[in-house]
């Protein structure tokens, strides 16, 4: 049914070392060779230039954890989207929701984020969830919605360029896991709201992220709107990176 390619991430967080990058790095190159699918790393931004490094000519897109909403001026501590582009980065995550939470991130902020990544020719993977309190509460569709449509306001003319990952903060680094009918749902819903925004919705890649792992990626990945997944602590131990990837046909 879908023509595109999956896409599998990797989030390091901020985990990693120079010596432990390079290790890990060389594992997941090596076991590459067969991979169908297309696959990143959002590292620290220290390592950026040591994983471009290592990873130029092989299949891995580099990938950032965050960016300004800025492009430049007296923002301490920021990195602008132009920078990342320089140090060749692909993809960056924007709205993740440690981000959102730890760092009070608005919709508006995430949008803005998208915005200036989309200039730069660097693709946005927006990331939007509910919590255990709002999918409780039934709010699950409402929620992502929500914080979808903030984006596609701001970016309707361009939206076709972007990423979505689905992450239930619930269901991040706990362990617990949206079952594959549950994830399916929320992505249909997703689907259905970045048709009615663009003619070239079926374009867009739709991620799962909430505790995807090497036992669980096949049935996840098995559902009709799921096109990848944004892999946490999995992403950390090349074996099971490695059996993610090797799921993604």
């Not at 169908?36 to 092989?58: I, N």
Request: hydrophobic share 45%; aromatic share 4%.
């Amino acid at each position: 049914m879908q023509s595109k390619k999956k896409l599998i991430a990797g989030n390091w967080k901020m985990n990693g070392s120079l010596a432990a990058n390079q290790t890990l790095l060389d594992a997941i190159v090596a076991g590459m060779a067969d991979a169908q699918c297309d696959v990143a790393v959002a590292v620290p931004a220290p390592y950026l230039a040591q994983v471009q490094a290592q990873v130029s000519g092989s299949l891995i897109g580099v990938a950032a954890q965050d960016v300004s909403a800025h492009e430049s001026g007296a923002y301490t501590g920021e990195v602008s989207a132009s920078m990342l582009k320089e140090h060749g980065v692909r993809y960056v995550l924007v709205g993740h929701s440690e981000r959102r939470q730890y760092h009070h991130e608005s919709d508006a902020d995430v949008a803005q984020k998208a915005q200036r990544a989309l200039a730069a020719g660097i693709t946005p993977i927006v990331c939007v969830g509910e919590t255990l309190q709002e999918r409780e509460a039934g709010e699950t569709e409402a929620v992502v919605k929500r914080q979808l449509a903030a984006v596609i306001h701001l970016n309707g003319h361009c939206i076709s360029e972007i990423v979505v990952a689905y992450e239930p903060v619930w269901a991040i680094g706990t362990g617990r896991t949206a079952s594959p009918e549950q994830a399916q749902a929320v992505h249909a819903v997703l689907r259905t709201q970045l048709a009615a925004a663009s003619e070239h919705a079926d374009r867009i890649r739709l991620l799962y992220g909430g505790s995807m792992n090497a036992a669980n990626a096949a049935q996840l990945l098995a559902q009709p709107d799921i096109d990848g997944g944004l892999v946490g602590g999995a992403s950390l131990k090349a074996p099971d990176f490695l059996q993610i990837i090797h799921a993604a046909r």
